[in-house]
């Protein structure tokens, strides 16, 4: 079994900061990228970040240059750093996991979300 878990939501005023943090745990082989992303009320989930096993990353226009996403491979754990935040940042922010459990089979592993709330 593998588990994705999320922290660090909450609520914030626009122009502040916030860090969630995401570990992956489990019959874990090899992770591949694990990544964030995000759904407001009435929207599809979108890309926000994502990090490859080597480092690459690749980030949506519309966080370029506020957002920063990071990893600690020794721990299985990937961070979204999020300074400048703005109100249309508001969302359940999901962390993603693209491994290769004890099975041999790789696949999408998703957290529970974790509410983000940017005030005006």
Known sequence: QVQVVESGGGLVQAGGSL?????????????NAM???RQAPGKQRELVAVITNGGSTNYADSVKGRFTVSRDNARNTVYLQ????KPED????YCNADLVG?????????GQGTQVTVSS
């Open 19 to 31: 860090r969630l943090s995401c570990a992956a745990s489990g019959r874990i082989l090899s992770i």
């Open 35 to 37: 990544g964030w992303y």
């Open 82 to 85: 999020m300074n400048s935040l």
């Open 90 to 93: 508001t969302a359940v922010y």
């Open 102 to 110: 004890s099975d041999y089979y790789r696949n999408d592993y998703w």
